[in-house]
């Protein structure tokens, strides 16, 4: 595929196939779908280089008449053909509503500058009339490479492949969802002595509650409660942990609470010693997991899926860390569970889980559930 390439009098001396271009406008306006497509490139290659990038988008819906719409947009571009650079790659991200622009190859200090100068030059290149019926907004990856809000993915700037992930596998979701309930209908049926069993013993171990509630980040970085079997003691301050997830993101996790005694850093802290002696025995078996199917069942969960971060976990996380919760659904169990767990580096994880996201089937779900029991059996990495 061919970029647009403008030459300073905006003359085209080398178009891409017009397949790919708004023919009302011209082929320096990539159609929805190319744009996308080059934005979700630019996005991928940010997250590997560390440099940032611009979005600028221009909003036409406030417009209802079609040709007056129509004749603002060709006005619009032809302000934009006169302040952007021949790299810029300018197009619908939403057809015939919303114009978009994206500004690559670019250091912070320039979005902040570029931004400035862009916003600036447009209200004098436009008219006023103009300027008061778009709305123009600016978004920086990877500042806001996240949604507006959680939701859907339609609120990402940045993620406009995911709504048609989900449009093509919309079939194998629903019977992803299926599977969901059946089995944690049946996890808390076949568990059934357990959830009776394990509240007497921390009950007549430790006082405190049954069940530890904590908020946790799910899919589309909606928030809900996490439920597991209390395995701590009581007001236990999650300042260690705190400090142990900073490091072990950034990779200065400390020999003593980030090994496991053979010399490989782990994903979570080996002597913990807020942790019970219940505690103990239900982590190292992960009964203390079982409560999550509830979790399942509301809908907040998936049987197979990345673990769910704590909300000041994912503070640290790097742009591409933050695709592990926005692809798919969190899980009670997943590719790092089956084949690492806790022996693994946190980007080993985080690769994982994106392989997971990438080569999602529902036969691969089905595998995985399969070979969960022997990884809980052996307790290889569990703490």
Do not use: C
């Given at each position: 595929m061919k970029k647009t390439l403008l030459n300073n009098d905006h003359d085209i001396s080398q178009q891409p196939s017009r397949e790919f271009c708004d023919s009302d406008i011209g082929c320096y306006c990539y159609v929805e779908e190319y744009f996308h497509e080059m934005l979700t490139f630019e996005r991928k290659r940010s997250e590997r280089s560390g440099r940032p990038f611009l979005v600028m988008t221009l909003d036409f819906s406030g417009i209802l008449k079609p040709q007056i719409r129509r004749e603002s947009v060709k006005e619009a571009m032809k302000g934009l053909l006169m302040l952007t650079r021949v790299t810029d790659i300018k197009g619908w991200y939403r057809t015939a509503s919303v114009l978009g622009v994206i500004f690559t190859e670019m250091n912070s200090l320039e979005t902040e500058t570029l931004q400035a100068k862009i916003s600036q030059n447009l209200h004098t290149s436009l008219s006023q009339e103009l300027i008061d019926m778009i709305q123009i907004s600016f978004h920086r990856f990877p500042d806001d490479g996240k949604p507006n809000k959680p939701g859907r993915p339609s609120h990402f700037t940045f993620y406009t492949d995911f709504p048609e992930k989900e449009r093509k596998k919309k079939k194998e979701f629903r019977i992803k969802r299926i599977i969901d309930i059946i089995g944690s209908i049946a996890g808390i049926l076949i568990f059934s002595p357990f959830f009776l069993l394990i509240p007497i013993v921390i009950k007549l171990t430790s006082r405190?509650?049954?069940?530890?509630?904590?908020?946790?980040?799910?899919?589309?970085?909606?928030?809900?409660?996490?439920?597991?079997?209390?395995?701590?003691?009581?007001?236990?301050?999650?300042?260690?942990?705190?400090?142990?997830?900073?490091?072990?993101?950034?990779?200065?996790?400390?020999?003593?609470?980030?090994?496991?005694?053979?010399?490989?850093?782990?994903?979570?802290?080996?002597?913990?010693?807020?942790?019970?002696?219940?505690?103990?025995?239900?982590?190292?078996?992960?009964?203390?997991?079982?409560?999550?199917?509830?979790?399942?069942?509301k809908g907040d969960m998936s049987l197979v899926g990345p673990r769910p971060p704590i909300p000041y976990e994912i503070e640290k996380y790097d742009s591409w860390h933050r695709?592990?919760?926005?692809?798919v659904k969190p899980g009670i169990t997943g590719l790092w569970q089956v084949y690492g767990r806790?022996?693994?580096?946190?980007?080993?994880?985080?690769?994982?889980?994106?392989?997971?996201?990438?080569?999602?089937?529902?036969?691969?779900?089905?595998?995985?559930?399969?070979?969960?029991?022997?990884?809980?059996?052996?307790?290889?990495?569990?703490y």
């Open positions: 405190g509650p049954v069940l530890f509630r904590q908020e946790r980040i799910g899919q589309y970085e909606r928030k809900f409660i996490f439920l597991k079997f209390r395995s701590m003691y009581v007001n236990s301050r999650d300042d260690i942990h705190k400090e142990f997830i900073r490091d072990l993101i950034t990779k200065k996790q400390s020999s003593e609470s980030g090994e496991n005694g053979g010399g490989k850093a782990v994903y979570k802290i080996t002597n913990d010693p807020r942790i019970t002696p219940i505690g103990k025995i239900i982590r190292k078996t992960s009964l203390d997991e079982l409560p999550q199917f509830f979790n399942v069942l695709r592990r919760v926005l692809e806790s022996s693994t580096t946190f980007d080993e994880m985080v690769r994982l889980d994106l392989q997971y996201a990438t080569e999602w089937t529902v036969w691969t779900d089905i595998k995985l559930l399969l070979m969960t029991p022997k990884a809980v059996i052996t307790g290889k990495g569990a």
